[in-house]
């Protein structure tokens, strides 16, 4: 049985650490202490884990996650880092995997690419599969959505996927890490290229950050 969610976890609780409290993260107005906090109170809280996505319920979430943000920050790295109490819904067989697979890859990546010197790093080839599954959803929900055109995401050996159908189309190009970093509005730190008139890539970027500069 694959271990990507744990491998995963160990690696952003250790960018955390080394990171510290303050330090920026990709997700905006968040330093490493919200996003830590983030991530306890959504497998640990499943009272106010609803607020992340349920707006009426966001107050009171937003008060948890203020609780958790305020202890010390040893204390909250190590609660990202063990996981989830034995009557979270992340602690049944198989949903750690499933759910946080995804969700620990790119918050690390939120960590270590808020850095102005960071640089790319290779990613386990089984890692880069389970994230190319993992990659259809939120391509989807989240980079179709958004897009003004039709959007299609293509990795290197030709695969890919339709997050948005229809006229133009502009094709964004990477390996799966690096496109599902795209599709979660992360695109300006990530190792992509979009191909098609340089028109309708503008207005593509102007809706979905791209990189500053390609190649």
């Known amino acids: 049985m694959s271990t990507y969610a744990r491998g995963e976890r160990r690696r952003l609780a250790g960018l955390l650490e080394e990171a510290g409290p303050q330090a920026p993260t990709l997700c905006e107005g968040w330093t490493a202490t919200d996003l830590a906090a983030h991530l306890v109170v959504r497998e640990r809280r499943p009272d106010a884990a609803p607020g992340i996505v349920f707006r009426p319920l966001a107050d009171w979430t937003a008060k948890v996650q203020a609780g958790y943000a305020a202890r010390p920050w040893p204390e909250l790295v190590e609660l990202v880092r063990s996981g989830p109490g034995r009557f979270s819904p992340f602690a049944l067989p198989g949903v750690d995997e499933a759910a946080n697979t995804v969700e620990f890859f790119v918050h690390a990546e939120d ?62 190009v990477g390996e799966p890490a690096e496109l599902l970093l795209f599709a979660f509005g992360r695109g300006a730190q990530a190792r992509v290229t979009a191909e098609g008139d340089p028109d309708v890539v503008a207005l593509l970027g102007n809706a979905l950050p791209l990189p500053h500069t390609e190649g």
């Open 111 to 172: 960590v270590r690419r808020a850095g102005p010197e960071w640089k790319p790093e290779p990613v386990d080839p089984g890692l880069a599969e389970a994230l190319w599954k993992g990659l259809r959803v939120p391509a989807r929900m989240e980079a179709g959505r958004r897009s003004p055109v039709g959007l299609v995401l293509r990795r290197p050996d030709g695969q890919t996927v339709v997050a948005r159908k229809g006229a133009p189309v502009v094709t964004v």
